[in-house]
Structure formats: structure tokens, C-alpha cells
């Protein structure tokens, strides 16, 4: 990690720890080791990841650790690279990950997204290398400094499955009382609403939201977001309803005659 400092990192690393089950341990914490620029050996040079001698030494720190991940926290901080765009340029970086690889140490890698927000910056070769690719997006809601994002998965090695769908994180809390609360994103549940609305199996806007597993309160934030996303309008949703009650109402009689039958 070139950005952020040794003891700012390793905070932040305590702090996540604390929100996940079961929460990080002392001896946990022994075994992440940080590389960081500003406690780094004031008489030689940080690591340049895109020459040979800088990859020497992550894989050496790597092979001296036994480290069994790398994170590598950003490229373009790590890395000099002369046109991320170029396939040539980029290679050297490629090639550092699959010496990681063959050395047991799987990566993530961290990177900048593009000016659309909607892939990551560069050659499309880095997409080859890796088998997931995952893009983390601001909400609209998130507070500044906050975390807050939704998940997509861009490239899943096993193809798209129910544990892909896209899902909103947020970290709530601070310190050793943080914890990740994770559902589905926006986008995922306008669309799961509009769907459940839609198949006229639900009479009001409760049940509708309780189908995809959200509360009656979010599920009028939801409406809202599939309104202004033009996913339905208001004269469609009460159309629905209509027809759902309705078709309840027959259902219910047919059972009636049948009883009596």
C-alpha cells in the first residue's frame, strides 16, 4: 500500500476486522503483514511493481512471510505504467501476478474504475488474468467518508449464480462495535419489486415488499427509485393491485364452490 500510512492502515484493518463473524483475533492480526511507503527502508526505494527489481522484492517479502494473499492497494500508486491502456505496458504487472500465482499466493488487486464508473480503467487484458472482477459503487445515500457501496460482480469464474446478484454493503458503526449490513442493491430491488408487482400475486405494496425480503418502509423508498428508474408509473402499480385483489377475490370464491361441492 503506497497512500495511506503504516499505523492509519493498520487501524483501519483492526476496524474491519471487528465487523466480521467471528471478529479478527490478536493472533489474526499477527499474520497480516503491511508493506507501507512511509515505514519502508528510508535508504532504498519503495517497490515499483512494473520493474523486475520492485517485483523481486514483493516476492520475496511474499515468500519470506508465507503469505497465502497479496493485496496489492492501487495499481496505479504501485505500479509505473507508461498507457494502462496498452497490453504491452500492462504485461509486467500480468506477469508478477501469475509468478504470484505459481507461488501459491493468490491476489486482489485494487484498481480505479474508468470516467463511467462502470468498469475498471485500462486493458481489458487485466480482466483475463483475474478469475473474479468485482466493481464497488458509491449509493446515492452514502455519507461522505462512509462506507457505503454497492457490489457487482463484472467476471465470476463459475458464471453468474444467486450469490452474484448485486448487493448493497454498508459499514455501520465505528471501532470494535462496527458491523457490514449486506442486502440486495437499489437497482437489484427496483427490479425485484417491479417483478413481484407485476406477477399480480400481491394485493398491496407490504406484501409485495415482504416477497423480496424487504420491510413495508423500504419498500416505499424502493417504489420511489422504480418510479424515478422508469421501471413502472403509479396508474401501472395501482392497476396491478387492482387486478391482484381481484383475482384473489375469484380465487377465493372457486374455493368456496368447491367446498361446497
Same mark, same amino acid.
Given at each position: 500500500?503506497?497512500?495511506?500510512?503504516?499505523?492509519?492502515?493498520?487501524?483501519?484493518?483492526?476496524?474491519?476486522?471487528?465487523?466480521? /463473524?467471528?471478529?479478527?483475533?490478536?493472533?489474526?492480526? $499477527?499474520?497480516?503483514?503491511?508493506?507501507?511507503? !512511509?515505514?519502508?527502508?528510508?535508504?532504498?526505494?519503495?517497490? !515499483?511493481?512494473?520493474?523486475?527489481?520492485? =517485483?523481486?522484492?514483493?516476492? /520475496?517479502?511474499?515468500? $519470506?512471510?508465507?503469505?497465502?494473499?497479496?493485496?496489492? !492497494?492501487?495499481?496505479?500508486?504501485?505500479?509505473?505504467?507508461e498507457?494502462?491502456?496498452?497490453?504491452?505496458?500492462?504485461?509486467?504487472?500480468?506477469?508478477?501476478? $501469475?509468478?504470484?500465482?505459481?507461488?501459491?499466493?493468490?491476489?486482489?488487486?485494487?484498481?480505479?474504475? !474508468?470516467?463511467?464508473?462502470?468498469?475498471?480503467?485500462?486493458?481489458?487484458?487485466?480482466?483475463?488474468?483475474?478469475?473474479?472482477?468485482?466493481?464497488? %459503487?458509491?449509493?446515492?445515500?452514502?455519507?461522505?467518508?462512509?462506507?457505503?457501496?454497492?457490489?457487482?460482480?463484472?467476471? %465470476?469464474?463459475?458464471?453468474?449464480?444467486?450469490a452474484?446478484?448485486?448487493?448493497?454493503?454498508?459499514?455501520?458503526g465505528?471501532?470494535? &462495535?462496527?458491523?457490514?449490513?449486506?442486502? &440486495?442493491?437499489?437497482?437489484?430491488?427496483?427490479?425485484?419489486? &417491479?417483478?413481484?408487482?407485476?406477477?399480480?400475486g400481491?394485493?398491496?405494496?407490504?406484501?409485495?415488499?415482504?416477497?423480496?425480503?424487504?420491510? =413495508?418502509?423500504?419498500a416505499?423508498?424502493?417504489?420511489?427509485?422504480?418510479?424515478?428508474?422508469?421501471?413502472?408509473?403509479?396508474?401501472?402499480?395501482?392497476?396491478?393491485?387492482?387486478?391482484?385483489? =381481484?383475482?384473489?377475490?375469484? =380465487? &377465493?370464491?372457486?374455493?368456496? /364452490?368447491?367446498?361446497?361441492?
Amino acid at each position: 500500500r503506497s497512500e495511506m500510512d503504516r499505523s492509519d492502515l493498520f487501524e483501519r484493518f483492526v476496524s474491519l476486522g471487528h465487523a466480521v /463473524e467471528p471478529p479478527f483475533s490478536k493472533a489474526d492480526q $499477527q499474520r497480516v503483514h503491511l508493506l507501507a511507503r !512511509d515505514t519502508y527502508d528510508s535508504s532504498a526505494s519503495f517497490p !515499483d511493481l512494473g520493474t523486475p527489481e520492485g =517485483q523481486a522484492v514483493l516476492l /520475496e517479502h511474499a515468500k $519470506q512471510t508465507r503469505a497465502a494473499l497479496v493485496i496489492l !492497494d492501487n495499481l496505479s500508486t504501485l505500479a509505473s505504467v507508461e498507457d494502462e491502456n496498452s497490453a504491452a505496458a500492462i504485461k509486467p504487472v500480468l506477469d508478477l501476478i $501469475q509468478k504470484l500465482r505459481q507461488a501459491g499466493c493468490a491476489t486482489l488487486l485494487v484498481h480505479h474504475s !474508468d470516467k463511467g464508473g462502470k468498469n475498471y480503467r485500462g486493458s481489458s487484458n487485466l480482466a483475463t488474468t483475474f478469475a473474479w472482477v468485482l466493481g464497488l %459503487t458509491p449509493t446515492k445515500e452514502s455519507p461522505c467518508g462512509a462506507m457505503d457501496v454497492t457490489l457487482e460482480w463484472h467476471k %465470476t469464474r463459475n458464471g453468474a449464480n444467486a450469490a452474484t446478484v448485486p448487493k448493497r454493503l454498508r459499514l455501520v458503526g465505528d471501532g470494535k &462495535a462496527c458491523r457490514w449490513e449486506v442486502g &440486495a442493491s437499489d437497482a437489484h430491488q427496483t427490479k425485484a419489486l &417491479a417483478q413481484a408487482i407485476r406477477s399480480r400475486g400481491y394485493i398491496n405494496l407490504a406484501e409485495a415488499g415482504e416477497a423480496i425480503g424487504i420491510k =413495508q418502509a423500504r419498500a416505499y423508498e424502493v417504489k420511489k427509485a422504480m418510479f424515478a428508474a422508469g421501471l413502472m408509473d403509479p396508474a401501472e402499480v395501482d392497476r396491478c393491485f387492482s387486478e391482484a385483489k =381481484q383475482l384473489r377475490a375469484d =380465487q &377465493a370464491a372457486e374455493a368456496g /364452490e368447491a367446498s361446497q361441492d
